[in-house]
């Protein structure tokens, strides 16, 4: 069974610096899909960010960005300039092939962003 | 709005009493997801379903849980008996299941029902 293990659980920033939340995974696909999500105090999970495994290229967004190194299985999301919008919980969460399969979550990292 | 809808967004139960949840995926997805979540941890897998179909139970849909999603569109979720160990955020998810296409593979989240089983 895969796993997703993310090691920080609280993480504070000040704003317009720059955070970066660790994320591992144990699988033994080759292919497979990784997610960040955030979940705000209203609770709802929003996609941050998506990448395929057997995509090399590091998957941005804006100013979200991910460090992908397969053979370490490691997905770290990096927040440049932080906004106090970003404050939120983080999860990481894996999907294995075809795709559309169940996310696996782990259990999240609580970012503060301080003015 | 076309996100997924749940409702009702708020439940609170006496304990021994059933709770159905319902919920209304984001039009043209044709799986549905059902997840757990408690304070401070991450989601927790339950059911899906293709269509109408049910795909996979996890081992923590008990025998008092049960999931429908009888016309391939909405589905719900009912909790008979609830215990106090019910209490958490059920949330709904759905995807377009276009496995050729990484957004295709996304998964689109609700904003949850909470039950309290008091």
């Known amino acids: 069974a895969q796993t997703v293990t993310q090691s920080q659980p609280e993480m504070s920033v000040q704003e317009a610096e720059t955070v970066t939340l660790s994320c591992t995974y144990d699988?033994?696909?080759?292919?497979?899909?990784l997610f960040w999500y955030k979940q705000p105090p209203s609770r709802q999970m929003i996609l941050v960010i998506r990448q395929e495994a057997y995509k090399q290229q590091n998957a941005t967004e804006n100013r979200f960005s991910v460090n992908f190194q397969k053979a370490a299985k490691s997905f770290s999301l990096k927040i440049s300039d932080s906004q106090l919008g970003d404050t939120a919980m983080y999860f990481c969460?894996?999907?294995?092939?075809?795709?559309?399969?169940?996310?696996?979550f782990g259990k999240g990292t609580r970012l503060s962003v301080i003015a | 709005d076309t996100g997924v809808s749940q409702n009702p967004r708020h439940k609170i139960t006496k304990r021994g009493q059933n709770v159905t949840f319902r919920c209304d995926p984001i039009?043209?997805?044709?799986?549905l997801y059902w997840y757990r979540q408690t304070l401070g941890q991450g989601p927790e897998f339950l059911t899906y379903?293709?269509?109408?179909?049910?795909?996979?139970k996890s081992r923590l849909l008990s025998d008092r849980f049960s999931a429908e999603r009888p016309k391939g569109s909405f589905s719900t979720l009912e909790i008979q008996r609830t215990e106090q160990g019910d209490s958490a955020m059920y949330l709904c998810?759905?995807?377009?299941?276009?496995?050729?296409?990484?957004?295709?593979?996304?998964?689109?989240f609700g904003e949850g029902s909470w039950l309290t089983v008091v």
């Open positions: 998810a759905s995807s377009p299941n276009r496995v050729e296409t990484l957004a295709g593979n996304t998964i689109y």
């Open positions: 699988t033994s696909e080759s292919n497979y899909y």
């Open positions: 969460a894996f999907m294995k092939p075809p795709g559309n399969t169940p996310l696996v």
């Open positions: 039009s043209e997805h044709n799986r």
């Open positions: 379903f293709q269509n109408e179909a049910q795909l996979e």
